[in-house]
């Protein structure tokens, strides 16, 4: 599935990704925001939020934004808000459609837990 161009702020993929980042500022204050894997048909980048390692991106589709957590695999999900790529060995997403209600309080819960297991040291 192609990526979507560049969108309006008024889209709805916009808001959701705007209030992903709130969320994601309230939940993990020290994390940083990044654009990453620039490319000519996606020359802003992928919005990646990473501390002690990458927490998770956000990239948005025509017909959803997707929220793909680096460790996905390995956090709790009690409220099963993980809904995409959930047979890939670590990472688990969450896709957005529009008219979606995100779970905030879960969702936040989530970036919490990404954040605690980048700063677990590695299993050799």
């Known amino acids: 599935m192609a990526k979507s ?6 889209d709805w993929r916009a808001q959701t990704l705007a209030r992903v980042r709130a969320l994601i500022a309230e939940a993990a204050p020290g994390a940083i925001e ?3 894997w620039k490319k000519p048909t996606n020359p802003g980048g992928v919005p990646t939020w990473s501390q002690g390692g990458i927490i998770c991106t956000g990239e948005t ?3 959803k934004v997707k929220l793909t957590f680096a460790k996905g695999a390995a956090l709790k999900d009690p409220a099963r808000l993980f809904n995409a790529s959930l047979d890939a060995g670590a990472r688990r997403a969450i ?5 979606d209600t995100l ?3 879960a969702f936040k819960a989530l970036i919490k837990a990404a954040v605690a297991a980048n ?5 050799k």
Do not use: W
């Open 119 to 123: 700063a677990k040291p590695a299993k």
């Open 95 to 99: 896709d957005i459609r529009e008219g």
């Open 5 to 10: 161009p560049k969108i309006a702020r008024s």
């Open 61 to 63: 589709y025509k017909d």
């Open 103 to 105: 779970n905030e309080p």
């Open 34 to 36: 990044e654009a990453k």
